[in-house]
C-alpha cells in the first residue's frame, strides 16, 4: 500500500525519496482513515501508485488546512524529482506549516531536531534513519491532529471524518506573522468549497487571447479565487492602441498554472510603441492578490527597443507567492545599472511583509531575439543570441517581504537580486541550493539607495562561465555592489563555491573594492556584517561544459548548468556521496536522480602532464612516453590526455577502459596526423577498437578507418560501451570498409561483449544509462552510426557532423521476444547533414519502453536513399496509441528527402495492423516537429562510380539546403 513508484519499477533507483513517498502515504492513511489506492491486485495497486493521483484529502476531511494537504500532495509526488530532495527540506515545510496553524511557536524546534538526526550517509541506509525519520515524522502529524480536534467546533461523529472548517485564514503556503490581514476567503484549490460556495472560476482555452482572458477576469471580477489553465502560449502585447499591456489581477487567491509541465506554454509581453495607453512601466502579470500561486510557464519580456520600464511579474500581494518550476526570459539591447527591467519585481505594499517561495525556477536574459521565417512566410521558433551579456535585474525587491529562492539557476544578469528602498529589520533572503552563471558584468546583490539588505546564501554556486569574453573590467563579477558604503549589506554564506568572482564587495562612490576572499571575510567578522568562513574558491571551472554560453544560447538549459559531479569539491558536505553543491534540479531536470559518479578532484596534479605515443622512440614511463597507445592507456588516468605522434596507419587491437574516473582525451600531437586503423582481434566475439565499461574516452581531431577483419567477414565497431561508458568524438573523420558479413558493422554500440550482454537479461535491473556525443564529424560507409541491444538507456548528442552511410543512424532493438521492454533513448541531432541507404531510424520492440524514445531535430537534413520510410518501428502490438507511447519527435528548420512515407508502423505478427505516416501525417501526430520535403536532388546521388558516400562534401548541398545540415566550408 506504501511502495512508492520507482521502487515498484526498479528496486536500485530507490533512495530516500522514496522513504518520503511511503511516509507520505502513512500521513495519508492516518489523517483520512483511507488507503492511498483503492483495495484490489497488487497489480492494480501497483498502477495507482505509478499512474493515478489519489483522491484530494480534502474531499474527505472538508476542514483539512490546505497547507496540510500541499505538504501530502508534495511528498506523493508521483517523480522523485518533485518530492522533498531531502527529510530536513520536508521537516522545514512541516514546521512552517505548524507555526501557519497556531500549533507551533516561531522557534519551534522540529527543523533542528531534524538536521540533528536525520543526516544520511548514502543510499544504503540502517534501518535506524527510516525508523527516526518515522518516528519524527507520526509525532508532527499526532501534533497537527490533536491541533485539528481542539480548534473543531460542534463536532459530529468521529474525527477525522466530520469537522466543520477551522476559523483559521492562515496562508496555506508560509506561516503568517501577525502582520498580515487576509481577506475572509476560503483558501484556493478547495474542492470542499464546491459543494459550500461553488466552483472556483476556471480560465482554460485551447487559443488564449489577451482579448478574451480580460473580458473572463471582467465576468469573473468579483470571485476571491480563481485559476488560469494554459496549454498554449498566450501573447499580452496589446493587441490594438486601446489596450492596456498585460494582465492585472487582484482576486484574493490566484492560480496560473501550465497544463502541461513539461511542454511549459509562454506567457509573453513585447513592448509596442504604436500602444497608445504608454504606462509607466509594462508588466506581463500584474498581482495584487493575498496569495498567489505560479507554476509551470514560461516568462518572456522583449524589452530591446525601449527604455520603457518592463518586468515579467509584479507581484503586490500581502501574503503568500510561490514560484516553481517557471522559466523567466529577457530580451534587451543595451545592459545597464539605470535600467528598470527584471523578470520579478517584488513591490510590498505598506506594513505588509508577504512570504516568497521560488523554487526549481530558470531566469535568464539575452540581448538578442530571433525569429526567422521559413520558405512560405511563416515564422520560425524564436531563437536567442548573446546570453553573455545577459539581462538586467533577475529580481527586484521593493518593500518589506522574506524570500526563500532554492534550486533556481540564473543565467548572466547585471544583478540576480537588486534591492530598492527602505526595509525594517527582519527581511532575509535565503538563497539555498542555486547556481548562478556571471557575465560581462554581474552581481549577486545590487543594494541601491536607501536600502539594508539580509542575504544568507547557503551551499550555492556562482562562477563565470568559461567561454565568456570579458570586457576591460576589473570588477566585471562581483559578489556585492553597494552603493552606501561597505556596511550596507549583511551577508552570511555557508559552503558555497566561488569560481573567478572578480571581487567579493564593491562601492561605487567613492570607490572601493575586496578582490581578496580572505580580505572580504575579515570584513564581515570585525563589522559584525556577517560570516563566510566554509565557503571555498575554486582553482578550475565547475561546469561540465567547457561553452556553457553557448549551450544557453542553444537552449540546453540542463547541460549548460551542469557541474563536474564527480569533483569532490562540488559536492554537499552534509552528504558528499548523494548530494551537489548549486542546483541540484530545475524546472523538469534533475541531476541527483541517478546515483553519482565517483568522486575526484577538480584540483590539477603536478604530474599531469600528456602521455605521448611514438613507435620509434625508446619507451620511457618516466618521461611519459611509450611505443604503443595500449601502453599509453594502462598507465593513464581519469583526466589526462594521449598525445599520438605518427603520420600514416597506427594499427589498434582492442583497447579496453575499465573503471577510469574521469575522461581520457586521445588526440594527435602537434604537426602529426595519425590514421587510426582497426586490427585483429583475439577477443572471441569482442569486435571492437575500443571497449569502455565505467569510464570515459574522447577522441579528438583524428582520422579512423575501420577494415573487415576474421577472414574479411567483420568490420570492427569503433566502440563498444559497457555499463556507465561514455565517448565523445569532436571533429574526427570516421570511415568504414565494405564488409562481407551479413550484418552491417556498428561506429558505436551496445550490448556486444559477452560480459556486457548480461546486462539484457530479463528481470535484470536497469544498469546506468550511456553517452555519446558526436561533434563536428565526418561518418561515412557500410555501417550503422548506434544502435542499442540491451536494456541500458542511452543519451545521443550528434551535432554539426555529415553522415553518408550504407545503414541507420539509430537501430533500437528489445532483448526479448514480447517479454523485455526496448531501452530508452534520449537523441539530439542539431546541423547535420545525414544520407543513408538504410532506414535511418529503426525501432524494434516486443513491448515499449517505460519513457518514449524521445528524438529532437534541429536545422538538419535527412535523405533516405532507397528506402521509402524514414522511421520505421516494429511493435506485435502496434496501433497509432502505441505509436505515441513508445516515441516523440521534436523539431525546427528540419528539411526531409523522402519517399512517399515517413514513418512505416507494422507487427511481425499481424499484417493487418500496418500503417504509415505522409508528411502531413507526420506534422500531425509530431505537431512539435514540423518540417518540410525535399524537391531538388542531390548530386552526389546520382554519381555512376564508386558508393555514393565517397562523393566530395560539395556534392551533398544544393541551394534548397542552404542554412541547415553540416556547417562545412
Not at 533512495?15 to 483495495?39: K, N, Q, W
Not at 513585447?270 to 502579470?285: E, I
Not at 599520438?644 to 583497447?655: N, T
Request: with cysteine.
Amino acid at each position: 500500500d506504501y511502495i512508492s513508484p520507482e521502487q515498484a519499477l526498479e528496486p536500485r533507483d530507490a533512495d530516500h525519496r522514496s522513504d518520503i513517498y511511503s511516509l507520505g502515504c502513512t500521513f495519508y492513511h492516518l489523517l483520512t482513515g483511507h488507503a492511498v489506492v483503492p483495495e484490489g491486485t497488487a497489480a492494480r495497486k501497483l498502477y495507482h501508485h505509478q499512474h493515478v493521483k489519489p483522491t484530494d484529502p480534502r474531499v474527505l476531511i472538508p476542514d483539512l488546512p490546505d497547507g496540510i494537504a500541499m505538504l501530502l500532495d508534495k511528498m506523493m509526488a508521483k517523480s522523485p524529482i518533485d518530492r522533498y530532495q531531502t527529510p530536513q527540506e520536508m521537516l522545514y515545510e512541516m514546521e512552517s506549516v505548524a507555526i501557519s496553524l497556531g500549533i507551533a511557536p516561531q522557534d519551534s524546534q522540529i527543523r533542528v531536531l531534524g538536521s540533528h538526526i536525520i543526516r544520511p550517509a548514502g543510499k544504503q541506509q540502517s534501518l535506524t534513519y527510516p525508523l527516526v525519520l518515522a518516528g519524527i515524522f507520526i509525532i508532527v502529524v499526532l501534533v497537527l491532529m490533536d491541533s485539528l480536534q481542539s480548534k473543531a467546533t460542534n463536532t459530529e461523529g468521529n474525527w477525522p471524518f466530520k469537522n466543520p472548517r477551522s476559523a483559521s485564514n492562515d496562508s496555506p503556503l508560509f506561516p503568517d506573522t501577525g502582520v498580515n490581514k487576509p481577506r475572509d476567503n476560503t483558501p484556493i484549490n478547495n474542492p470542499a468549497m464546491e459543494t459550500k460556495v461553488g466552483l472556483i472560476p476556471k480560465y482554460e482555452s485551447e487559443e488564449p487571447t489577451l482579448k478574451d482572458i480580460k473580458e473572463w477576469l471582467q465576468k469573473n471580477k468579483d470571485a476571491k479565487q480563481i485559476e488560469i489553465v494554459l496549454s498554449k502560449d498566450l501573447d499580452l502585447t496589446p493587441e490594438n492602441d486601446k489596450q492596456e499591456p498585460g494582465l492585472i489581477l487582484n482576486h484574493a487567491q490566484i492560480k496560473i498554472r501550465g497544463k502541461d509541465s513539461v511542454k511549459r506554454p509562454t506567457i509573453k509581453l513585447s513592448y509596442d510603441a504604436r500602444s497608445l495607453t504608454n504606462p509607466v512601466a509594462w508588466s506581463a502579470l500584474t498581482i495584487d492578490s493575498d496569495d498567489a500561486i505560479i507554476q509551470d510557464v514560461n516568462i518572456t519580456i522583449d524589452a530591446r527597443s525601449t527604455d520603457t520600464e518592463m518586468h515579467g511579474i509584479t507581484f503586490k500581494g500581502k501574503k503568500t507567492l510561490l514560484l516553481r518550476r517557471c522559466e523567466f526570459i529577457q530580451a534587451q539591447a543595451v545592459q545597464s545599472e539605470n535600467r528598470q527591467l527584471a523578470s520579478l519585481l517584488l513591490d510590498s505594499p505598506e506594513n505588509m511583509k508577504p512570504m516568497i517561495n521560488i523554487e526549481d525556477c530558470c531566469f535568464l536574459g539575452f540581448e538578442q531575439i530571433v525569429s526567422p521565417l521559413n520558405d512560405i512566410g511563416k515564422p520560425e521558433s524564436v531563437s536567442y543570441r548573446q546570453p553573455d551579456g545577459g539581462g538586467c535585474d533577475a529580481i527586484i525587491k521593493k518593500g518589506n517581504s522574506r524570500i526563500r529562492i532554492s534550486d533556481c539557476v540564473f543565467g548572466p544578469h547585471y544583478s540576480i537580486i537588486h534591492f530598492l528602498g527602505k526595509t525594517d529589520i527582519d527581511n532575509l533572503v535565503v538563497i539555498q541550493h542555486c547556481s548562478i552563471m556571471q557575465g560581462t558584468k554581474s552581481c549577486l546583490i545590487y543594494a541601491g539607495a536607501q536600502s539594508s539588505p539580509q542575504v544568507e546564501m547557503i551551499h550555492s554556486l556562482i562562477a563565470r562561465s568559461p567561454d565568456l569574453v570579458f570586457q576591460a573590467d576589473a570588477d566585471g563579477a562581483v559578489l556585492i555592489r553597494n552603493t552606501m558604503g561597505p556596511n550596507q549589506t549583511k551577508y552570511k554564506g555557508d559552503e558555497n563555491r566561488y569560481y573567478k568572482v572578480d571581487s567579493f564587495l564593491v562601492q561605487n562612490s567613492p570607490p572601493i573594492s575586496f578582490p581578496d576572499f580572505s580580505a572580504f571575510q575579515t570584513l564581515l567578522r570585525d563589522n559584525k556584517l556577517g560570516v563566510d568562513e566554509t565557503s571555498k574558491l575554486l582553482e578550475t571551472s565547475p561546469w561540465k561544459s567547457d561553452q556553457p554560453l553557448k549551450l544557453l544560447e542553444e537552449f540546453h538549459l540542463g547541460q549548460a548548468f551542469m557541474i563536474k559531479d564527480s569533483s569532490i569539491e562540488l559536492r554537499s558536505p552534509d552528504n558528499i556521496a548523494d548530494r551537489l553543491i548549486g542546483a541540484e534540479k530545475f524546472l523538469d531536470f534533475s541531476y541527483i536522480s541517478r546515483p553519482l559518479p565517483p568522486i575526484t578532484s577538480t584540483k590539477p596534479e603536478a604530474s599531469n602532464k600528456p602521455r605521448v605515443v611514438d613507435s620509434t622512440e625508446v619507451e620511457d614511463p618516466s618521461k611519459f612516453v611509450f611505443k604503443t597507445l595500449e601502453a599509453a592507456l594502462a598507465s593513464c588516468k581519469g583526466g589526462e590526455t594521449i598525445l599520438i605522434r605518427h603520420d600514416g596507419d597506427l594499427v589498434i587491437k582492442p583497447l579496453r577502459l575499465d573503471k577510469t574516473a574521469g575522461e581520457i582525451i586521445i588526440k594527435p600531437f602537434p604537426g602529426s596526423k595519425p590514421i587510426l586503423v582497426s586490427g585483429d582481434t583475439r577477443e572471441g566475439i569482442i569486435v571492437a577498437m575500443f571497449l569502455i565499461n565505467e569510464s570515459s574516452l574522447k577522441l579528438e581531431d583524428l582520422e579512423i578507418v575501420s577494415r573487415p577483419i576474421l577472414a574479411g567477414l567483420r568490420t570492427p565497431s569503433l566502440a563498444t560501451l559497457g555499463k556507465a561508458g561514455s565517448i565523445n568524438l569532436k571533429n574526427c573523420s570516421v570511415t568504414f570498409e565494405k564488409s562481407e558479413a551479413l550484418q552491417l558493422p556498428t561506429i558505436i554500440g551496445l550490448g556486444v561483449d559477452t560480459n556486457l550482454m548480461m546486462d539484457s537479461m530479463p528481470g535484470k535491473p536497469a544498469a546506468p544509462a550511456n553517452s555519446i556525443l558526436i561533434d563536428q564529424c565526418r561518418l561515412r560507409g557500410e555501417c550503422n552510426i548506434f544502435r542499442n541491444r540491451t536494456t541500458r538507456n542511452c543519451e545521443l548528442q550528434i551535432t554539426q557532423s555529415f553522415i553518408a552511410i550504407a545503414g541507420a543512424i539509430i537501430k533500437v532493438e528489445s532483448s526479448g521476444a514480447g517479454t523485455v521492454g526496448i531501452a530508452g533513448l534520449q537523441a539530439r541531432i542539431n546541423k547535420v547533414s545525414a544520407f543513408c541507404e538504410g532506414i535511418p531510424f529503426q525501432i524494434t520492440q516486443g513491448k515499449p519502453s517505460a519513457s518514449p524514445i524521445m528524438l529532437k531535430l534541429s536545422e538538419s537534413l535527412l535523405v533516405q536513399i532507397g528506402a521509402k520510410e524514414f522511421v520505421q518501428l516494429e511493435d506485435p502490438e502496434i496501433s497509432p496509441e502505441r505509436l505515441k507511447e513508445s516515441f516523440q519527435v521534436e523539431g525546427v528548420r528540419n528539411i526531409y528527402g523522402s519517399g512517399d512515407k515517413l514513418l512505416l508502423a507494422k507487427s511481425p505478427v499481424d499484417i493487418s495492423k500496418e500503417f504509415s505516416l505522409t508528411l502531413d501525417g507526420w506534422n500531425a501526430l509530431f505537431p512539435d516537429s514540423q518540417g518540410i520535403k525535399l524537391t531538388t536532388s542531390i548530386p552526389a546521388l546520382g554519381t555512376k562510380t564508386g558508393a555514393f558516400w565517397k562523393a566530395p562534401l560539395n556534392l551533398f548541398r544544393t541551394d534548397e539546403t542552404a542554412g541547415v545540415g553540416y556547417p562545412a566550408p
